[in-house]
């Protein structure tokens, strides 16, 4: 039943939704240049935006960078060793008939389960790239609150895509989604209890009496 309804969800994504303008939108979200010249943009931004507030930039910047550079690091870990654990087949794999961009030329063709041109694309659950996008919204959301809930289109674009491209499943991405928002507080958490913790041995003694 489960299996049934996602297939029938990403069916009407990729197959009943599929059109000239989104073959040539969707796979834009795919392109990893783009995904981190956005997260550099957003750093700087936020530099900037210290600076200019009387903040200490380089601290939080630091502080930025490796929050987003461990929550992400703990996605890809995640979503590897899941992958390989639940050897899912991709839709584009699995699915007669289904559109499928294929990434080293741009083509777009219509897939069968016998000759699939994604046969050595690995499993489809969960998604990494709907994964780190969550990571980095979340973060960004804690650190610029008027940006909410914009910085949430971007994993949903990059979800949508992933979906309309023949990569995933619906509920891969959903899977993702929830390791993405599950690593930034794992390592907000570590990250807060080893710096109280190091805080905590730094203390200098209280004076005697």
């Not at 931004?45 to 550079?69: D, N, T």
């Not at 390791?179 to 209280?206: D, E, M």
Request: hydrophobic share 50%.
């Amino acid at each position: 039943m489960f299996q049934s309804l996602d297939t029938k969800l990403f069916e009407l994504i990729n197959i009943s939704g599929h059109n000239g303008v989104f073959d040539f939108i969707m796979p834009l979200f795919s392109q990893a240049w783009i995904m981190w010249a956005g997260a550099i943009l957003f750093i700087v931004a936020y530099a900037v935006h210290c600076w200019r507030s009387s903040l200490e930039p380089v601290g939080r910047v630091f502080m930025l960078i490796l929050l987003l550079g461990l929550s992400i690091g703990v996605c890809d870990a995640t979503t590897s060793a899941l992958k390989h654990a639940i050897g899912r087949d991709r839709p584009c794999v699995a699915v007669e008939g289904a559109n499928f961009c294929v990434p080293e030329t741009g083509e777009w063709v219509v897939t069968h389960v016998d000759a699939s041109p994604a046969q050595n694309m690995g499993g489809s659950m969960p998604s990494p790239p709907a994964a780190a996008c969550m990571s980095l919204a979340i973060v960004l959301s804690m650190l610029f609150y008027r940006s909410n809930p914009w910085v949430f289109l971007l994993p949903f674009g990059v979800g949508y895509s992933q979906v309309y491209l023949g990569r995933n499943y619906p509920f891969d991405i959903a899977v993702g989604w929830i390791i993405g928002i599950l690593s930034v507080i794992a390592v907000w958490w570590s990250c807060h209890l080893i710096f109280a913790r190091f805080s905590t041995h730094r203390r200098l003694p209280p004076p005697s009496a």
